[in-house]
């Protein structure tokens, strides 16, 4: 078992640009988180899917934060445009169904830095 | 809403004392409650969890937690500390209104030599 895949591990960007942060989920799972991490505010759940459809997206902060899951295996979350407030750790998790309190399996990150 | 308090920023503690890492929780209803840990540059692994049942549950690398209803905690325990348990701890409760996994704002547990 591979885990939970994320690229890149590290993004640098300048501001206005677009970044894509993509995740790999662990096979079999059908649920999948995004979150951010930062010093400030700590672990924020941007969004989280199941079975491949948004569940719930409350926590993208700006119209500018979007997230797909196009099929079982894989997930990305895009900025458009990027800001410096953006930078943050990026991490995505899987786990079985949600209600059954299977733990979360977590990515080792994407470090984002927008300059 | 649900919630968990980690009062704690930081614990200190030499190698080979017992450690304890504090966790009170807030829910409506029973609660279900995790703890996770995270490594440098690394995503957060899970260690145990309580869902019901026995008050003292066991997890990874040696780790146990203890829930205890009427003071609302799930301090998290290990009898002899190593230095590479040295990291963040992340206590964590469902919301079972939503589904969500909701974080502490984590304690780092630092062991010296």
């Known amino acids: 078992d591979a885990g939970v895949i994320q690229s890149p591990r590290h993004e640098v960007t300048e501001m206005g640009q677009e970044v894509t942060l993509r995740c790999k989920p662990i096979s079999g799972h059908n649920s999948l988180f995004w979150y951010r991490q930062t010093m400030m505010r700590g672990l924020e759940l941007l969004i989280y899917f199941n079975n491949n459809v948004p569940i719930d997206d409350s926590g993208m902060p700006e119209d500018r934060f979007s997230a797909k899951m196009p099929n079982a295996s894989f997930s990305t979350l895009k900025i458009q445009p990027s800001e410096p407030r953006d930078s943050a750790v990026y991490f995505c998790?899987?786990?079985?169904?949600?209600?059954?309190?299977?733990?979360?399996?977590f990515g080792n990150g994407t470090r984002l830095t927008v300059t | 809403a649900q919630s968990v308090a980690q009062p704690e920023d930081q614990v200190n503690v030499a190698e080979g004392n017992p450690l304890t890492v504090k966790c009170t929780y807030s829910v409506s209803g029973n609660p279900y409650l995790f703890w996770y840990v995270q490594y440098p540059n690394r995503g957060l692994q899970f260690l145990l969890k309580y869902i019901t049942g026995d008050n003292l549950v066991k997890g990874s690398y040696g780790f146990e937690a203890e829930f205890n209803k009427s003071q609302t905690s799930f301090h998290l325990k290990k009898p002899s500390a190593l230095v590479s348990d040295s990291a963040l701890y992340f206590c964590?409760?469902?919301?079972?209104?939503?589904?969500?996994?909701?974080f502490g704002t984590g304690t780092r547990l630092q062991v010296f030599p």
């Open positions: 998790a899987s786990s079985t169904q949600g209600r059954d309190n299977s733990p979360l399996h």
């Open positions: 964590a409760v469902r919301d079972l209104n939503t589904d969500k996994l909701i």
